[in-house]
């Protein structure tokens, strides 16, 4: 009963969460924390508590109350459901790397970069930490110099951020919480906002003006790629392109580190596992 008690609380704290976001505001630093920990700390919570239940078994008591089979049983499905939800998407992570790493290598500009056949215009990271420049014959044919440099700068902002590796992991929790409120509301807006962070690193070394007129391009003809461990230029449409244009044409705003009383808060989710030592 206990047990139960305790996955009811989670998930009922988890909704209440998710149910809180709105329409977000503020400097695109502000956006990242807050739309990071609406969209982590409730799974995160449930999985810990998931791991508690699962660590104190099926017999004894809590809080004078006896546990039972059906909270465990429960539990292990949840964390089953969430192991293979992991084998999927790194099934899929891994298909996309191979097809990368198919295309052929070559030098551009003392770096080496793989080569997509296609006469659209797409570049972005593919990998997982150390994901590898795939660009196509479209975008070298069509770009100019500058223009190209400026994609190159993009790039290399998803490469310092390392966004392949920590949104391959930020797209399974959103599989895993599909069915919690504001899931692909916030799933969005963290894709923008690592667009928009992207945008900053390259902006800080390129023309923003010139790195504008290369979204516009690439954009408007960017083949539709698989997004698990790729972080291209032109996946932006709509609203987060316009986000991003407005974004390069107003002047930058002071960069931030991240500050560790931002991340305290993730501790929170940890404390199901607290109830372990309560359990006899």
Same mark, same amino acid.
Not at 105 to 128: H, S, Y
Not at 206 to 218: G, N, T
């Given at each position: 009963?206990?047990?139960?008690?305790?996955? /009811?609380?989670?998930?009922?704290?988890?909704?209440? #969460?998710? +149910?809180?976001?709105?329409?977000?505001? &503020?400097?695109? *630093?502000? $956006?990242?924390?807050?739309?990071?920990?609406?969209?982590?700390?409730?799974?995160?919570?449930?999985?810990?508590?998931?791991?508690?239940?699962?660590?104190?078994?099926?017999?004894?008591?809590?809080?004078?109350?006896?546990?039972?089979?059906?909270?465990?049983?429960?539990?292990?499905?949840?964390?089953?459901?969430?192991?293979?939800?992991?084998?999927?998407?790194?099934?899929?992570?891994?298909?996309?790397?191979?097809?990368?790493?198919?295309?052929?290598?070559?030098?551009?500009?003392?770096?080496?970069?793989?080569?997509?056949?296609?006469?659209?215009?797409?570049?972005?990271?593919?990998?997982?930490?150390?994901?590898?420049?795939?660009?196509?014959?479209? /975008?070298?044919?069509?770009?100019?110099?500058?223009? #190209?440099? +400026?994609?190159?700068?993009?790039?290399? &902002?998803?490469? *310092?951020? $390392?966004?392949?590796?920590?949104?391959?992991?930020?797209?399974?929790?959103?599989?895993?919480?599909?069915?919690?409120?504001?899931?692909?509301?916030?799933?969005?807006?963290?894709?923008?906002?690592?667009?928009?962070?992207?945008?900053?690193?390259?902006?800080?070394?390129?023309?923003?003006?010139?790195?504008?007129?290369?979204?516009?391009?690439?954009?408007?003809?960017?083949?539709?790629?698989?997004?698990?461990?790729?972080?291209?230029?032109?996946?932006?449409?709509?609203?987060?392109?316009?986000?991003?244009?407005?974004?390069?044409?107003?002047?930058?705003?002071?960069?931030?580190?991240?500050?560790?009383?931002?991340?305290?808060?993730?501790?929170?989710?940890?404390?199901?596992?607290?109830?372990?030592?309560?359990?006899?």
């Amino acid at each position: 009963m206990m047990h139960l008690m305790m996955i /009811l609380i989670a998930v009922t704290v988890a909704w209440g #969460l998710r +149910s809180s976001w709105s329409t977000p505001t &503020g400097s695109w *630093h502000l $956006r990242w924390r807050r739309s990071l920990f609406l969209f982590l700390f409730p799974p995160l919570q449930i999985f810990m508590t998931a791991i508690a239940v699962l660590c104190m078994g099926t017999q004894g008591k809590m809080g004078g109350m006896y546990t039972g089979l059906v909270s465990y049983e429960l539990a292990l499905i949840c964390l089953v459901f969430f192991a293979i939800l992991c084998i999927k998407l790194g099934f899929q992570g891994w298909q996309s790397v191979k097809s990368a790493r198919d295309c052929p290598q070559m030098d551009l500009g003392g770096k080496q970069v793989r080569l997509l056949p296609t006469g659209a215009m797409f570049a972005g990271q593919m990998g997982f930490w150390q994901p590898e420049l795939v660009i196509s014959q479209g /975008l070298l044919q069509t770009l100019s110099p500058v223009h #190209l440099e +400026s994609v190159l700068a993009h790039e290399q &902002g998803h490469y *310092h951020y $390392r966004d392949t590796f920590w949104f391959f992991w930020l797209g399974w929790v959103r599989s895993c919480t599909a069915w919690l409120p504001n899931t692909e509301s916030l799933w969005e807006e963290l894709l923008v906002l690592r667009e928009l962070r992207a945008d900053s690193y390259a902006a800080s070394q390129v023309d923003p003006l010139v790195l504008a007129e290369s979204l516009l391009l690439v954009v408007s003809s960017s083949p539709v790629l698989s997004e698990v461990c790729c972080a291209a230029l032109g996946t932006s449409s709509g609203d987060r392109l316009e986000q991003r244009i407005e974004a390069l044409l107003t002047p930058p705003e002071p960069t931030s580190e991240a500050q560790l009383h931002s991340w305290t808060g993730f501790l929170l989710a940890f404390l199901p596992l607290i109830t372990v030592i309560f359990h006899t």
